[in-house]
């Protein structure tokens, strides 16, 4: 079974950066593209980026270009993702998500969420 855990997040100020870890387990990360994607109420869960399998390709939403990054440790089972520059409107709950057996990994709306994420709140 497909075991997602987010950690990481928490309040922090603007300008800030956090590192956020997903933890995965009940599949072989290593054949997996995965991705992030957060909720923000009121306008649902929006892609952040995601990132190939072996870690050789990555895409981002086009307005999450520069200031996050996204990486993986296939030895260790774990996606990360990087926000530098936070500012409020970084707050949200973040997820993991692992792609679609034969998805196009390139597509965002491809991935499942399977944790229960981890809240990020920007705040001076």
């Known amino acids: 079974q497909v075991h997602l855990v987010e950690s990481g997040g928490g309040l922090a100020q603007p300008g800030g950066s956090l590192k956020l870890s997903c933890a995965a387990s009940?599949?072989?990360?290593?054949?997996?593209?995965m991705s992030w994607a957060r909720h923000i109420p009121g306008k649902g869960l929006v892609p952040v980026a995601g990132?190939?399998?072996?870690?050789?390709?990555?895409w981002y939403a086009d307005n999450m270009k520069g200031r996050f990054t996204i990486s993986r440790d296939n030895g260790k089972n774990t996606l990360y993702l990087q926000i530098d520059r936070l500012n409020v409107m970084d707050t949200a709950l973040y997820y993991c998500?692992?792609?679609?057996?034969?998805?196009?990994?390139?597509?965002?709306?491809?991935?499942?969420?399977w944790g229960q994420g981890t809240q990020v709140t920007v705040s001076s």
């Open positions: 990132i190939l399998a072996d870690g050789s390709d990555v």
């Open positions: 998500a692992k792609a679609r057996d034969g998805a196009n990994w390139l597509n965002p709306h491809e991935y499942e969420t």
């Open positions: 009940g599949f072989i990360f290593s054949d997996y593209a």
